[in-house]
């Protein structure tokens, strides 16, 4: 598992107990983790807040080390919502940012009181998802992300060129996420069949199979590859930086918003995981690709999730209506 600096030293003990579970005994990977801890640390300071249990007004400022398991257990539903009207009415959270806190809330309280016995109710046991909204996800056009990939391969003269446009060229093709291709090792690649496995949310295996276009970019890529000083826990590292060391989240966001604004791309629509919502809407609009194959593909766990990429675009609106036998009349 990749490790990820979780800073833990500023949480009670039933809190710490709480992350270690997630991480043993749920699996859960390395980023979910870090985000129980922040939506958990964020819960457990407003509620000192609400109790009045503290002389601080700002969030960052309230200290929860001392909070006793005796505060947690008076916690009701009610306190629980009315965190989340916090949310909204201080930092205007959008509902997918409150649907994840709600259940990092619930995940925790089940803990305490099924699983450890440390309160006897469960004030989460009745709290309800927030309605998400449902959009239409943002994605490159087919023409923009030929543009795309046109211009990156042509910064010849750029020394990271060949690992640009491999980067760029598994988003468009595979919709992998951010931290699977963050996370390939040389051993995770299998020339021979043309896959290689990644590890996506939740700590789950699934494997990605590489068309030509990705194997030619690997492959370029990997014969200019620095070989020598790397460090030896980025030996195994497809991606390096710079540095030489396994290449970032931070810097893969980087060279993606580079690019598009080369490419004359607007920065504030698109992003990396708008790439991944381009690679699966493609091969939906243009593979005839099966619903389930593409659920298969992006590793979602449930299948609504893939369904919004099923949606159809204005020209294909307007056909249908085109094609209504009343058409012409």
Known sequence: MKKININTEGNPDFLNSFLDYTATILNKSPNTVKEYNYDLNMFLKYILMHFRMTDNEELQDVIIRDMSIDTVAKITLDDIHSFLFYLTNNFNSKAATRARKTSSIRVFFNYLCNKKG????????????????KRIPKYLTLDDSKKLLETVKENEDDRNSERDYAIITLFLNCGMRLSELVGINFKDISFEEQRMTVIGKGNKERTIYLNKACMKAIKNYMEVRPHDGVPFDSKDALFLSERRERISNRTVQYIVKKELQKAGLDTNKYSVHKLRHTAATLMYQYGNVDIRALQELLGHESISTTEIYTHVDNSQVRNAVESNPLAGE
Not at 118 to 133: F, G, M, S
């Open 118 to 133: 440390l309160i006897e109710k469960n004030p989460a046991q009745n709290l309800e998802t927030p309605k998400l909204d």
